[in-house]
């Protein structure tokens, strides 16, 4: 058998301290060991050997045999660890060389950076289509599901990022724009995946201190016992080498873990924070409850909006948001007469209105988007992106054009309109909205950087900072609100935003699920629940409350606007149940509590469970949407001590229980049930 470097398996039982193998085969971690060696030994994780890395030339992918190996201590970023280097020559194809590294740190033990570097050997230039790195096969659990996984893709079809892998399935993962149809304005995302059985699980991805445009599919084929992942980077154009040069592919890493992705994911956090890339602490003022204009849409009028701020004041909001449809158009911010005949001077009045009810103003906008035909594009026409065409990249829902974040003319313009915004006008914080916002195109303008089109796709995120420094230098405490439209949150433009928001979700199961992946990545980043209306039957307060968002809605009153066809005024009924959550949310405090994951799984375990602990209790919401349960179980208790019990929602008292090491608690759940469990200091 050809000796390629392979991981053949995880040893899930081995110490921290393994023994290293004298021809490197074996490198110990700290929840196992990655065997390294010929053979594709019986695995519980890891199925049949596969190889590590790798490069495509003519659409073939070119395999290696290992000739020398060594290791090397090193201290960088990461800390300090040991790196093993493979050195090895392809075994078909061109003659092609390939150090392949394996770096571990006493700080991460259960993660390995892997990264390679490629030489053309041959005497003629070889043209390489792209590499991937961490191929791995993952062997599959028990039926139903095989799998739970964390994919970060975005896409038109706004999917969960959170989902269960049965036996066929298969997702690309990619990280630049997806096109559907006409448009390309979904992309960008999480570049990692995480699948996960019962008992054990396996994360990749990529450790770049800048986004990049790769791929990480997923593929289970039909009566496969296993799940085929990977780091797939796919040039644009073949990347000639020349005989003697080389190509580097991006550092990548594998992490094995027991438990769902939250654990994994908060790993991925740390790792990129040694690369610089740092998730944000979100001032007092983001987690602040929110009523948001959007109920009134495009054509509200201000008497509407100016009429509905007492009851919003009466009911305790501390936000209140002027939404879409202020301006003559996207592109140009100016103020349009049909709803502002006043011109600044309605804004200002109005600003000052939600000022004297009490509340910060917030102000919805759309950066980087510009109309056909706008004063904007006529004064500034080579803002634009422009694909390989020569066309410019369509934004769909607005009809608009995208505009690059590097252009000098449009960041010059855009600072001055968050001037405008907060220092003129009197906002508070910004509303950044549209799916668009997550990733940007390849851009070829030939006025921008045409030898470097992916350089907008990179710098994105510094385009966020802008704003976010601008804002902050107007006002110090403003918040900037980042809400990609059904996209999964770039990790890259988080830390320069206060509040991420549940963004258009589809169901009250996305609410919960990316309010889990958004505490694993950015634990002091506040998380908003998007409007009320935007959850299961318009009215699930118990999936924001059990999970630490921040209560928002778009309620009208006392009346509709006629041009909506949906209604969102405020019922006496609904108001009862919007009272009830706004008061137990200040009360708890739970969107500043802390998340206290790996007590349950979110895949597996049902009911669907997730736990804060604030003020030294703990807070559990149970989530039974599916089929109700006679009892549950609490995780997480001493053993031995005697806790309080009750149903804060509802306000019930549900007695007390003595923990044990199975400490259930005997009441049904049919839909939620929040609960919060005190010790009794007997």
Request: aromatic residues 12%; glycine residues 8%.
């Amino acid at each position: 058998m050809k000796p390629y470097i392979a991981i053949a398996c995880l040893l899930l039982v081995a110490c921290a301290k393994a023994p290293v193998s004298g021809d490197l085969s074996v490198v110990p971690t700290g929840d196992g060991a990655f065997r390294i060696e010929n053979t594709a030994a019986a695995a519980p994780l890891i199925g049949d050997a596969t190889d590590l890395g790798s490069v495509s030339v003519a659409g073939e992918r070119v395999t290696f045999r290992t000739v020398a190996s060594e290791s090397k201590g090193v201290a960088d970023a990461f800390g300090r660890g040991t790196c093993f280097i493979y050195k090895g020559e392809s075994v078909d194809g061109p003659a092609l060389t390939r150090e392949l590294r394996l770096s571990f740190y006493e700080a991460f033990p259960s993660t390995m950076l892997v990264s390679a570097s490629y030489r053309n050997a041959s005497g003629e230039e070889v043209a390489v289509d792209g590499w991937s790195l961490c191929d791995l096969k993952v062997a599959a659990g028990a039926p139903d599901p095989s799998f739970w996984s964390f994919q970060g893709q975005s896409t038109s079809a706004r999917e969960d990022w959170i989902k269960p892998i049965d036996d066929a399935f298969y997702q690309r993962n990619f990280m630049g724009m997806n096109p559907a149809e006409d448009h390309v304005d979904y992309g960008g995302g999480v570049p990692v995946v995480c699948l996960w059985r019962r008992d054990a699980g396996v994360i990749i991805g990529h450790l770049e201190p800048t986004p990049q445009i790769v791929s990480l599919p997923v593929d289970k084929k039909a009566g496969n016992d296993y799940a085929e992942i990977s780091v797939v980077k796919e040039f644009d154009e073949p990347a000639v080498l020349a005989p003697g040069a080389s190509l580097d592919t991006y550092t990548c890493f594998v992490s094995f873990y027991k438990g769902d992705c939250f654990g994994a994911l908060r790993n991925y956090a740390q790792l990129l924070d040694k690369v610089g890339v740092k998730m944000p602490v979100s001032v007092p003022e983001a987690y602040e409850t929110a009523w948001c204009a959007w109920g009134y849409e495009r054509k509200f009028t201000i008497a509407e909006i100016v009429g509905t701020l007492p009851k919003v004041q009466e009911l305790g909001f501390k936000w209140a948001t002027l939404d879409d449809g202020f301006q003559i158009a996207e592109g140009d911010w100016d103020l349009t007469p049909e709803r502002f005949p006043n011109g600044d001077a309605d804004m200002k009045y109005m600003v000052d209105e939600f000022h004297k009810h009490g509340l910060k103003a917030e102000l919805w906008w759309t950066p980087l988007a510009a109309d056909p035909g706008t004063e904007f594009l006529r004064k500034y026409p080579d803002a634009l992106i422009l694909g390989k065409d020569g066309l410019p990249r369509k934004i769909e829902w607005w009809d608009s054009w995208f505009l690059s974040p590097l252009d000098e003319d449009v960041r010059r313009e855009q600072s001055a309109l968050v001037h405008k915004f907060i220092a003129d006008y009197g906002f508070d914080g910004l509303k950044l909205d549209g799916q668009h916002l997550n990733c940007v195109s390849p851009d070829y303008n030939p006025k921008h950087h045409p030898e470097d089109p992916e350089k907008d796709f990179r710098e994105l995120p510094g385009f966020y900072k802008l704003i976010h420094d601008t804002a902050r230098a107007v006002k110090s405490h403003s918040v900037i609100q980042y809400c990609p439209c059904g996209d999964c949150f770039s990790v890259y433009n988080l830390p320069y935003i206060d509040k991420a928001v549940s963004s258009d979700p589809t169901s009250s199961w996305q609410i919960r699920t990316k309010g889990y992946v958004l505490r694993a990545l950015a634990p002091q980043l506040a998380y908003y629940g998007d409007h009320i209306e935007l959850s299961d039957n318009e009215n699930d307060y118990p999936t924001q409350l059990g999970i630490g968002a921040v209560i928002g809605t778009k309620f009208t009153w006392p009346a509709d606007n006629p041009y909506v066809k949906h209604s969102y005024l405020l019922t006496p009924e609904k108001e009862a149940l919007l009272k009830n959550a706004l008061a137990i949310y200040e009360d708890k405090q739970l969107a500043r509590g802390e998340y206290v994951p790996g007590l349950y799984d979110i895949g597996f375990d049902y009911p669907e469970t997730h736990v804060l602990k604030q003020n030294g209790k703990l807070y559990y919401a149970f989530y039974a949407t599916s089929a109700p349960v006679a009892s549950v179980e609490l995780r997480g208790l001493e053993a031995g001590k005697t806790y309080r019990v009750e149903d804060y929602y509802n306000h019930r008292d549900l007695g007390t229980v003595t923990a044990s090491d199975k400490t259930v608690l005997e009441t049904p759940v049919d839909g939620s049930l929040l609960i919060e469990v005190s010790e009794i200091n007997l």
